[in-house]
């Protein structure tokens, strides 16, 4: 089994926490519904997938491993990135 559905999961948590961070700099105002329309979608993307994801982990082999160390690095990096 391939981890297509966690790492969709994963691009969409991403997209959402760096253009929340970015937009809410300045404040809250109606602008920011923004973040959720133009992320919506990975947002559906993600959740067609949702239900394989418990699957996806129980069967997880070395290089989906290393996959998701390298989003999980990546994700951490472009929250950091947004919050300077």
Known sequence: ?????????LEAVQSLAV??????KDGVDISDVSILTSNIGKIKDALEGIAS???EVKDLDQE?????VLKGT???FAILA???
């Open 53 to 55: 994801i418990p699957e």
């Open 82 to 84: 947004a919050v300077k």
């Open 64 to 68: 989906e491993i290393k996959q998701l």
């Open 19 to 24: 253009d929340a961070i970015k937009n809410l």
């Open 74 to 76: 990546e994700i951490v």
């Open 1 to 9: 089994m391939d981890i297509k559905n966690l790492l969709e999961m």
